[in-house]
């Protein structure tokens, strides 16, 4: 299961790897590293949660597909409106995570509710090699 998830993986366009892996992983998972500013728990919790609801998704699906979507939507929704209009006010560090996390999780978004649209009407396959 691994492997073919891994070979899923793989099979996406390679600007997608890179987004994923170098980017769009890294940067919610670096919200641990400011759960003691304010809010930092929740802020964790919803960049992190929205991920980690993927795994199920990856291991029924044997792969990535547009379903893996829909974990984010609710999640990295109330995220992005949360740093845009709540702003919480911690260290300069924090200050410009909350900004790479907004733009990281808005562009996210940005293919997600579309990839979602597109699995709803029947794009339902996993990437395959």
Do not use: C
């Given at each position: ?20 892996a ?27 949660g ?62 997600d ?17």
């Open positions: 299961m691994i492997t073919e998830i891994w070979k899923s993986f793989r099979a996406m366009p390679t600007w997608v790897q890179i987004w994923v170098l980017l769009l992983m890294p940067i919610n998972i670096a919200a641990i590293f400011f759960i003691d500013q304010p809010s930092g728990v929740w802020i964790a919790i919803l960049a992190i929205a991920m980690m609801l993927n795994l199920p998704v990856m291991i029924y699906d044997r792969g990535f597909s547009k379903l893996m979507a829909f974990p984010h939507l609710i999640p990295w929704t109330i995220l992005v409106l949360w740093i845009a209009f709540a702003r919480p006010v911690g260290s300069d560090g924090y200050g410009t995570y909350l900004w790479i996390l907004l733009v990281t999780n808005a562009i996210s978004l940005g293919f509710f579309p990839d979602a649209v597109k699995w709803w009407k029947g794009d339902r396959a996993a990437a395959r090699a």
